[in-house]
């Protein structure tokens, strides 16, 4: 049986020291492949648990990479830092559309499966372009701290998409822990 991106994914992950970077972030990308056929298929109150559990994953993912892996690319090769903070700020507003919809609407299963596709293309150009130009500038301990940073953000970063602050290292760092609260008090209210 063929392996799925999501497996591939994992597999390289786990070729990888438990910290580092990449390997976070693969594992990120399988689970958000995951969600996205979790929120396809189910039904009820099932498909909103897996579209809050994605919504949520996207947004936290997105901007500790926005805020950890960036700057770094940036440094590399500006025009794929670039390239890939326009792709998460237009992922970021289709989200943003998506959460207002009807999840069982017509409406809502096309623009999900423009977003799947948007964000599957996404993470095909971060694995090919943007994580080996990153372990390059990196040696191993670097790239370790980076995946330990990167977490730490995610602590902290907003659970619901923000558009103004995408692309801008210094306003998730600065904006992000206060929208982050207040969606996490939004969470835990629903």
């Not at 949520?56 to 770094?72: D, F, Q």
């Not at 623009?111 to 990153?134: G, K």
């Not at 998730?172 to 207040?182: E, I, K, L």
Request: aromatic share 2%; glycine share 4%; no cysteine.
């Amino acid at each position: 049986m063929a392996m799925s991106e999501a497996d591939v994914e994992r597999a390289r992950a786990a070729q990888l020291p438990e910290d580092d970077v990449v390997g976070v972030l693969l594992d990120q990308h399988a689970r958000i492949r995951d969600l996205f056929a979790e929120v396809r298929t189910g039904a009820g109150e099932d498909r909103r648990q897996a579209f809050d559990e994605l919504r949520a994953l996207l947004a936290v993912h997105e901007t500790a990479e926005e805020m950890v892996v960036r700057p770094v690319t940036k440094k590399v090769d500006k025009s794929v830092a670039a390239a890939r903070n326009d792709e998460e700020d237009k992922a970021s507003r289709v989200l943003r559309e998506l959460e207002k919809m009807d999840l069982h609407s017509a409406e809502f299963d096309s623009r999900l499966t423009d977003l799947e596709r948007a964000v599957s293309a996404h993470a095909e150009h971060e694995e090919s372009e943007e994580f080996p130009r990153v372990r390059a500038a990196r040696d191993e301990h670097q790239l370790e701290g980076m995946g330990r940073k990167l977490r730490t953000a995610e602590k902290v970063a907003p659970t619901h998409p923000h558009p103004s602050t995408a692309g801008s290292p210094a306003a998730q760092w600065t904006v992000g822990p206060v929208a982050s609260a207040v969606d996490r008090a939004r969470d835990a209210m629903r």
